[in-house]
């Protein structure tokens, strides 16, 4: 009789902590919760606003929508609305460069 070269199938169950990314395996209870903290919290995104937004925004304002009420519409401090706004103008005010 001869040596048969033979595969078996292997189920091996490895624990690990999910967090909400599909992909992660945290070892640790611990690092999943900083992993799902981390993800979670607010982050100030810099957002690139279009022609179209920056019209809609200007109209607003022109409707007689306060900054205060824009800046709390959009997630922003009225601060950067404000500067936004400002850029706006300019910005619809210059020539086409196309
Ligand atoms: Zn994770």
Known sequence: MN?????EF???EKMYWSCVNQDHRHRT???A??????TLRPKTIQKRWD????????EDRNNG??????ARD?????????????????????PEGE
Do not use: H, W
Not at 3 to 7: A, D, H
Not at 51 to 58: E, M, S, T, V, Y
Not at 65 to 70: D, H, P, S
Not at 74 to 94: E, P, V
């Open 3 to 7: 040596p048969e070269r033979k595969t």
């Open 10 to 12: 292997q189920v091996i």
């Open 29 to 31: 209870y611990e690092t």
């Open 33 to 38: 919760m900083e992993c799902i903290k981390e």
């Open 51 to 58: 022609k179209d937004q920056l019209i809609a925004f200007l």
């Open 65 to 70: 929508k306060t900054i205060a009420q824009l």
């Open 74 to 94: 959009n997630g922003m401090s009225n601060t950067n609305m404000f500067r936004l706004l400002n850029k706006a103008q300019k910005y619809l005010g210059a």
